[in-house]
């Protein structure tokens, strides 16, 4: 369970970030968390999972302030992986995926054995043909896929993931969206940060929007209202369409005028105005 | 510990060894051989091995605390204060002026000023690894800028000690000195190994390894100042001595691997290596001509740097 009330937060010499945010996941959840650039989400991110601290609100993990676990005590419940994570030079895959065991390295012992956590890591993140390949050789992709399989390794209840699909390609994409399911199936708690609303819908995560405001909302029932608080926090708008399975994603409306393939000419360019629309 | 990394620690172990014997046996005079062996190869092959050690100790440091690995104990400023603390007091003082046996007055101020180089150290380090780089370059520059200048008024007779301080010899100390040096080595060495994985958390980002348990700003401050230690220490015992630091946790690397626990032992084995190597062949062609060892340390890892550099220049990301 991870559960933040009331935070309050602005970084050194900025105005206030995070206004009062609210934000509770609990075990067998997935809970994503949109929103604009820059309104706050890898900070609010960074807060739940105990690597900063607010000014003001709690912080639980576990019905406790999540500080008060300790360094060790938290790491081996909780496993964050950044937006953009820093993969040591020269270490081979499976080197840095085995970093992921430190925090169980002190007693009492995993609960499963090490190679095993590296086993799953290997085959859910698709690691075979990198498994002996050195950091710097990586592509964006494969080295986003280390970055989550060493938290698999670390094998922990709860895990904050900031953007996680982050140069995947779509089959990656919805392998690891399938990884996240079955950490949920197990009762485990996983929060990310996605800009892509409707792969999280059509996983069934539990969507937040956190807007410009500095404020986490739910994503509303009903269609009008869901539409209209994309507008409001994407400045578009945005059409319905329901897809198979009867999941409704959500789609931008786009102007005549945006398609590059549009038959008639285009004329000349011209700078997008104020609104985003053409002139 | 795998296989390679038993085979690496052996090798280094080995090579150290091999060194060390060749520097106290080899070419030992006919007439008084053990009064030569203890009051002069002794000594003399005790201060190249710990301070062979110390410096790759502290550059494999300053090479993990910068995740750069052309990072080297001078690099940061330490060995720039204290060539300058150490010739403004040749300056202000005169010729070597004793402090402690085997130790001048200079000795003592360049380790004091590689010591004061880290205040500047730990402040900046608190915002982050590119501003403790920065720092660390711009006040070495200023330091080694400083004491050319004091060297300018310096009495030519003086100039001498200067200059071999800038460009690393190894003394013939009383034993004392070494056995003193080996101690922040030693502890550095023991702290080092227990921590193991902790060392090489450092490596990733700060939020990563915080949130894998590790203090982060307490680990790093610690690895800092140790590293900063044992290249004052260093500097103040044999003077500048090049290219140990830099090259040899990259010869580690290639034997060893990355993992710390390993590295930190096997980089001080061979650092104390390389240098009593470099020893050995200023020894043997003092024959020809006497110049001090870290001339030979430069010839030779300045080459081998540019080598191992021009080997991985094709294999960079894809």
Redesign the interface.
């Known amino acids: 369970m991870i559960a933040l009330r009331k935070v309050r937060f602005a970084h050194r010499g900025r105005p206030l970030l995070l206004k009062g945010c609210d934000l509770a996941a609990g075990p067998g959840e997935v809970v994503a968390l949109a929103g604009p650039n820059g309104a706050g989400k890898s900070t609010l991110l960074r807060i739940a999972a105990g690597l900063l601290a607010p000014e003001e609100g709690e912080v639980e993990l576990d019905g406790r302030p999540v500080r008060a676990w300790g360094r060790l005590g938290r790491a081996k419940r909780l496993a964050y992986v950044p937006q953009r994570p820093l993969l040591p030079e020269g270490w081979k895959v499976r080197e840095i995926l085995a970093l992921g065991d430190h925090p169980h390295r002190e007693r009492p012992l995993a609960p499963r054995p090490l190679s095993a956590r590296l086993a799953e890591a290997r085959l859910w993140l698709d690691l075979d043909g990198v498994w002996e390949r050195e950091a710097e050789t990586l592509s964006g992709g494969e080295a986003q896929r280390v970055a989550v399989g060493r938290a698999l390794v670390q094998d922990t209840a709860h895990y904050v993931l900031d953007e996680p699909a982050n140069h995947l390609d779509l089959g990656h994409q919805v392998a690891l969206y399938r990884l996240f399911g079955a950490w949920a199936r197990e009762g485990r708690t996983v929060l990310l940060a996605t800009h892509d609303l409707n792969l999280s819908l059509l996983f069934g995560q539990r969507l937040l929007l956190l807007n410009g405001e500095g404020v986490v909302k739910a994503f509303p029932e009903g269609e009008e209202a869901r539409g209209r608080l994309l507008q409001e926090a994407f400045g578009l708008s945005f059409e319905p369409r329901e897809v198979s399975g009867g999941c409704v994603c959500w789609f931008p409306r786009v102007e005549p005028g945006d398609r590059v393939l549009s038959t008639e000419c285009a004329g000349e360019r011209s700078v997008p105005n104020k609104e985003g629309g053409r002139p | 510990m795998n296989l390679r990394e038993a085979r690496a620690l052996a090798l280094s172990a080995v090579l150290a060894g091999a060194a060390l014997a060749g520097v106290l046996f080899l070419n030992l005079p006919r007439e008084a051989p053990s009064a030569v062996l203890w009051k002069v190869r002794l000594p003399e092959a005790l201060a190249a091995l710990v301070v062979g050690g110390a410096l790759a100790l502290s550059g494999l440091l300053f090479q993990l605390i910068l995740?750069n690995?052309l990072a080297d104990p001078y690099v940061l400023g330490v060995a720039g204060g204290a060539a300058f603390a150490s010739v403004v007091t040749s300056l202000l003082l005169g010729a070597a002026t004793p402090f402690f046996p085997g130790f001048s007055l200079q000795a003592a101020a360049a380790f004091g000023g590689g010591m004061a180089t880290l205040l500047l150290l730990l402040r900046a380090s608190e915002g982050g690894t590119g501003r403790l780089l920065l720092a660390g370059v711009v006040a070495n520059t200023a330091f080694a800028a400083g004491a050319r200048l004091a060297a300018a008024f310096l009495a030519p007779e003086r100039l001498p000690s200067v200059t071999a301080l800038l460009v690393g010899y190894i003394p013939t100390p009383p034993l004392p000195v070494p056995l003193l040096l080996a101690l922040p080595v030693a502890v550095t060495l023991a702290r080092f190994v227990k921590q193991g994985?902790?060392l090489?958390?450092l490596?990733?980002?700060d939020?990563?390894a915080?949130?894998?348990?590790?203090?982060v700003a307490a680990r790093r401050r610690e690895a800092l100042i140790l590293a900063a230690l044992l290249a004052s220490m260093a500097v103040a015992v044999s003077g500048m001595i090049g290219f140990v630091g830099l090259l040899v946790p990259h010869a580690a690397?290639m034997l060893a691997g990355?993992?710390h626990k390993v590295l930190v032992p096997a980089s001080v084995l061979l650092g104390a290596a390389f240098l009593l190597a470099a020893l050995l062949v200023s020894k043997l062609a003092s024959g020809w001509w006497i110049l001090p060892v870290g001339v030979y340390t430069s010839l030779v890892g300045a080459p081998a740097f540019l080598f191992l550099l021009w080997r991985d220049a094709g294999?960079?990301?894809?």
Not at chain 2, 315 to 318: A, D, G, Q, W
């Open positions: 995740r690995s994985r902790g090489d958390l490596l990733l980002s939020d990563e915080e949130s894998l348990g590790l203090a690397r990355r993992r294999r960079e990301t894809p």
